[in-house]
């Protein structure tokens, strides 16, 4: 199966053009107040609480934003994370996961509603344990989530199990 959420992180570059625009806007106000004639307006944390919680929302925005790729067809299951707002120009803030089926240890997937991630396990010949990626698949829909989840599941069942 292949998922894919391209459609739906198409909508993350106009929230960054409205936080920053709401950001510089009340900037600018902040500055008005502070040249004013008037003494009787005093600027206080409260004008800068607006630009705090933008901040904070575009740094929110800026961690979640990333598109997310899965393929579970053929021998292998490849996954990949990847940035956003310069997709079109660069690859940037990539994260890829490439390997057989047979090494899938196990996963992990956590959905909060405003977050969801994927974490996998990875079993290595070299390497004593599990190796760990973990990939963001916030802006996967609900159905796209399950399905990947019900493939993981049947991976993990067809691999054989090893005796001791």
Same mark, same amino acid.
């Given at each position: 199966m292949r998922f894919t959420n391209k459609n739906e992180v198409k909508i =993350?570059?106009?929230? @960054?053009?409205?936080? %920053?625009?709401v950001f510089v806007t009340?900037?600018? %106000?902040?500055? *008005?107040?502070?040249?004013?004639?008037? /003494? *009787? &307006? *005093? =600027?206080?944390?409260?004008?800068? %609480?607006p630009n705090i919680v /933008?901040? !904070? !929302?575009? !740094? @929110?925005?800026?961690?979640?934003? &990333?598109s997310f790729d899965f393929d579970s067809d053929g021998e292998t299951l490849n996954f990949k994370?990847?940035? %956003?707002?310069?997709?079109? $120009?660069? *690859?940037?803030?990539?994260?890829k996961?490439? $390997?057989?089926?047979?090494k899938l240890g196990k996963f992990k997937f956590v959905d909060?509603?405003? @977050?969801?991630a994927l974490t996998i396990y990875i079993k290595s010949r070299r390497k004593t344990g599990y190796r760990k990626y973990t990939f963001n698949t916030t802006f996967l829909n609900r159905k796209k989530k399950k399905g990947m989840v019900d493939s993981l599941n049947k991976v993990l069942e067809t691999i054989p199990k090893a005796t001791a």
């Open positions: =993350i570059p106009s929230i @960054y053009i409205v936080l %920053v625009a009340n900037i600018f %106000v902040n500055i *008005e107040i502070m040249a004013s004639s008037d /003494t *009787e &307006q *005093e =600027i206080s944390f409260s004008h800068f %609480v /933008t901040l !904070l !929302l575009g !740094l @929110y925005i800026h961690k979640i934003g &990333q994370n990847n940035g %956003v707002f310069f997709s079109k $120009f660069m *690859e940037y803030r990539v994260k996961a490439e $390997f057989p089926k047979r909060f509603g405003f @977050y969801s």
